[in-house]
């Protein structure tokens, strides 16, 4: 029977160790980011706990990741980052968690079909913690977030080996689109699924059934959050004794991210001393006012041995200033020939504030919104700038949920929508992914046409370029 690889709370090094590190040296340096416990006596006492439960994640799946990473910044994968950027867990949790899984699984077979890469499934499910030192919580709810963070990672273990064949997985497609008010889309989805459809009949026919091979029916999910609470990450690092020269392993998720506010304080940052000390992949998020000196010096220190796969850059500049400053970042870091592969994030510098009121007679109010042109222009131009600097764009980090909301203007929502509902964070329908998927495709010297199988992507290139080919 399988056993579950054994493993135990590092022990701390010598103090007298030069630039040593332990799971707990970064409380040595200033913290700006994580919440403030309004019961400090309790804190040690939840991590004690939270250090005698077992790991959330395994060793084995995050060095698999780190390979997968690796692999889409060689243009041979294609990484697709989703979830609710909501802080906290809801009511109704296995429903939350099925239909975040549902509409993954859309996007990835969408992805998978029009860019005939590997898709890299990251899930944004674990650690929901508010961030900022203002930010008042409690010792307790850490063990609540890792309790709620294990029954996701159960149930989406289990929802991924559901599946009898590939044939579950295409429905599911169509499922979704049905459920959308974009004909456009329909006919889109019916189409992937008509067509891989027959192919997997083709292949069968040639007697490789490959539906019901395991690969196929079992995809492989991680996880990912940002690390805003290291009382609670460091808290959950893990030695494995299958492989103990692999190094300590923060095991409460696959890979944490940090905001490109660290950078600027590398060398005596407490989440930057962290993440330079575990096994698991990073990811920074750098925008248009990234200092690129600040960001090499930082990927230095989290990633001395230049291992690839290591560390991935999130590019959120918006659709109009990457044009001005992603070119130039691009070439530095090659310049220093470090090891990064690079995604992107067309969400969050796209935003735009509009005032209305959601009734004739009501009080106006602003509403903040993220329009679906300038989405879906950074992704455009995220990916003709790749191509032009000879890099491969390594993936998306969409912030997603199943739920019916109207922040995203022009994807299926109006003003009128975003006025009256005020919600966040929506992607509705699946441009997003027509459009990178296509051009993943391109640029990997497949068919140029392979936008015109399914239908082109709407929208264009924002603030100058050309929106061929995605």
Known sequence: RAVAPRCSAPVAPAASAANAWAPDSWKAKPDHSSPTFVDPEGLADAEARLKRLPALVYSGETLRMIDSIAKAGRGEAFILQAGDSADGFGEDEVTAVDRTFRLLVAQVVILAYISGLPIVKIGRLTGLFPAGAETKVEAKDMLETYAMSASRLNL?????????????????????????????????????????????????????????????????????????????????????????????????????????HHLARADSDAHIEFLRGIANPIAVKVGASTDVEDLLAAIRRLNPSNTPGKIALVVRMGAQSLWRRFPAMLRALSSASLAVTWLCDPMHDNFASITSAPAPDAPRRVVGTRPYDLILGEIAAFFEICDAEGVFPGGLCLEMTADPVAECLGGGGDEGDAVRRGDVYDVEGSEAEWGAGAGCRVQGGGDAQAEDQVGAGRGGAVGGGRSEGW
Not at 188 to 195: D, H, L, M, S
């Open 156 to 260: 989406l273990r289990a929802t991924a080996k559901s599946s009898k064949s590939m044939g579950h997985w295409l429905r599911i497609v169509e499922e979704i689109a049905v459920e959308s008010a974009d004909q456009e889309a329909v006919v889109k989805a019916r189409t992937v699924i008509t067509r891989v459809t027959d192919a997997l009949d083709f292949t069968a026919a040639c007697g490789l059934d490959v539906s019901n091979d395991e690969t196929f029916r079992t995809p492989e999910f991680f996880t990912a959050h940002e690390a805003r609470n290291l009382h609670y990450d460091a808290s959950l690092v893990r030695t494995f004794d299958v492989d103990p020269s692999a190094g300590d392993f923060c095991t409460s998720t696959n890979l944490l991210w940090i905001g490109e």
